[in-house]
Nanobody
Framework: QVQLVESGGGLVQAGGSLRLSCAAS????????TAWFRQVPGKERDFVAG????????YYADSVKGRFTVTRAAAKNTVYLQMNNLKPEDTAVYYC?????????WGQGTQVTVSS
C-alpha cells in the first residue's frame, strides 16, 4: 500500500504562484511515477503533469506547459508541482496519484482557487 498526502493549495490571484506537495509513504520502492490531476465539479478528472521515479522524466498537459513544473525530492519521497502564472481556469481540486504500472493510489485532493 502507498499513502499520498497533498498540501499547498489555497486562494491566489491570477498571475500568482502556488506550490503543491505530494508526500508518499508505504511501499514506494519500484513505483513507476507520480502525477497530478485536477477536477472541477461536473467534469472529468484531467491529467496535469507527471514524473517518473527512476529517470525523472516529466510530461505535461498542453494547457500548463511553460507555467507548471513537476519535480521530485527522492530522499523525501515527495513530488512537487510548481504553478506559476496561474489563471482562473486553473481553479480545481488537484489530486496526486502514483502507482507501479498505472495510478493505483490517490491522495485526498487539495483545492486551488485562482481569482480574476
Amino acid at each position: 500500500q502507498v499513502q499520498l498526502v497533498e498540501s499547498g493549495g489555497g486562494l491566489v490571484q491570477a498571475g500568482g504562484s502556488l506550490r503543491l506537495s505530494c508526500a508518499a509513504s508505504g511501499r514506494t520502492a519500484s513505483m513507476y511515477g507520480t502525477a497530478w490531476f485536477r477536477q472541477v465539479p461536473g467534469k472529468e478528472r484531467d491529467f496535469v503533469a507527471g514524473i517518473t521515479w527512476n529517470l525523472g522524466w516529466t510530461y505535461y498537459a498542453d494547457s500548463v506547459k511553460g507555467r507548471f513544473t513537476v519535480t521530485r525530492a527522492a530522499a523525501k519521497n515527495t513530488v512537487y508541482l510548481q504553478m506559476n502564472n496561474l489563471k482562473p481556469e486553473d481553479t480545481a481540486v488537484y489530486y496526486c496519484a502514483a502507482g507501479y504500472s498505472t495510478y493505483e493510489y490517490w491522495g485526498q485532493g487539495t483545492q486551488v482557487t485562482v481569482s480574476s
